[in-house]
Structure formats: structure tokens, C-alpha cells
Nanobody, 129 residues
Framework: EVQLVESGGGLVQAGGSLRLSCAASGFTFDDYAIGWFRQAPGKEREGVSCARSSDNSTYYADSVKGRFTISSDNAKNTVYLQMNSLKPEDTAVYYC??????????????????????WGKGTLVTVSS
């Protein structure tokens, strides 16, 4: 059984930092592409950053490029999203999701919500001004 559990969300002031974690279990970590998605109040879910360890590929949305970094500890089956220089517009529920799809690039997958196979329950990030 595949399970994804996000943690690390909370309330932070603009300019601050948070590190989100996605603990994965029930599958071979290296065989999956993993993405961080977020859904702000009143907005559609969007891809933030996605990665696939098999080809060391990463993707970042323009809105977070240079501020967020996706990384992983494969031994722990955990993916992280380091978020620096946070802005109020980063406020959202952040979700971890994975897929075994290997023909599509991670940039494409990060724009294809329906392509993800498993989702965590999300963790709320609130950035105050």
C-alpha cells in the first residue's frame, strides 16, 4: 500500500522559511516521479516542483523558482521542499503526490494533476504579511 504523509507546514511571516517533508512508504522510491502541488484558497491546484530521481530531473514553477528547492533522502524514502523567502501568495495547502509514469518529463507531470497516482492529505502553509 502506497502511503504519503506530508509534514512541516505552519504559520510563518513573509520572508521566512519552512521545510516540508513527504514521507513515502509502500513502493520503491526510485521508480516514482514525485511532485509538490499546492492549492490556495479559491484557486485551482497547481504544480510547484516535481522531480524524478532516475534521471535527476527537476522542475520548478516560475512563481517559486530561486526560492524553493526540492530534494530527497532516498534511504529514508522522504522528499523535501525547502521554501525560502516566503510570500503571502505562497499560502496554500501543499500536497505531495507520486506517479510511476516514466515517458513524460517532470515539467509535464507537474502540470498534469490527473497523471499523479497517489496523494498525501496535505499540509497547510500560511504566510502572513
Amino acid at each position: 500500500e502506497v502511503q504519503l504523509v506530508e509534514s512541516g507546514g505552519g504559520l510563518v511571516q513573509a520572508g521566512g522559511s519552512l521545510r516540508l517533508s513527504c514521507a513515502a512508504s509502500g513502493f520503491t522510491f526510485d521508480d516514482y516521479a514525485i511532485g509538490w502541488f499546492r492549492q490556495a484558497p479559491g484557486k485551482e491546484r497547481e504544480g510547484v516542483s516535481c522531480a524524478r530521481s532516475s534521471d535527476n530531473s527537476t522542475y520548478y514553477a516560475d512563481s517559486v523558482k530561486g526560492r524553493f528547492t526540492i530534494s530527497s533522502d532516498n534511504a529514508k524514502n522522504t522528499v523535501y521542499l525547502q521554501m525560502n523567502s516566503l510570500k503571502p501568495e505562497d499560502t496554500a495547502v501543499y500536497y505531495c503526490a507520486v506517479t510511476t509514469r516514466d515517458r513524460e518529463g517532470v515539467g509535464f507531470l507537474c502540470h498534469w494533476i490527473e497523471g499523479m497516482d497517489y496523494w498525501g492529505k496535505g499540509t497547510l502553509v500560511t504566510v502572513s504579511s
